[in-house]
Nanobody, 123 residues
């Protein structure tokens, strides 16, 4: 499983970005997918996750009601729509895949990772 993130960039506070994670090779439909982020000097933290079917989602409290995770299994793509961005959302965002139908919020329970995409929110 090779994951590739895209869509990061520089945006002003209050703005929006849409991150995408695509997988080449095997289909993503078997995997629970998640987004994590890591800000400079901080530990990696869970952002959002979606089950393999797309039927369930889960969000960190810090992004709830602002971010939306979705997936298109036919296109092997998972997306993270980020609205009302804040400077504290600045981080490298990583896509991760877990070979299970259950959502988990700890990084060590995900088996595959992308290289990350930088999101910078200016005040």
């Amino acid at each position: 499983v090779q994951l590739a993130e895209s869509g990061g960039g520089l945006v002003q506070a209050g703005g929006s970005l849409r991150l995408s994670c695509t997988q080449s090779g095997r289909t993503l439909s078997r995997y629970t997918m998640a987004w994590f982020r890591q800000a400079p000097g901080k530990e990696r933290e869970f952002v959002a996750a979606i089950t393999s079917s797309g039927g369930s989602t889960y969000y960190a409290d810090s992004v709830k009601s602002r971010f939306t995770i979705s997936r298109d299994n036919a296109k092997n793509t998972v997306s993270l729509q980020m609205n009302s961005l804040k400077p504290e959302d600045t981080a490298v965002y990583y896509c991760a895949a877990r070979a299970s139908s259950n959502i988990r919020t700890t990084g060590n329970e995900y088996h595959y990772w992308g290289q990350g995409t930088q999101v910078t929110v200016s005040s």
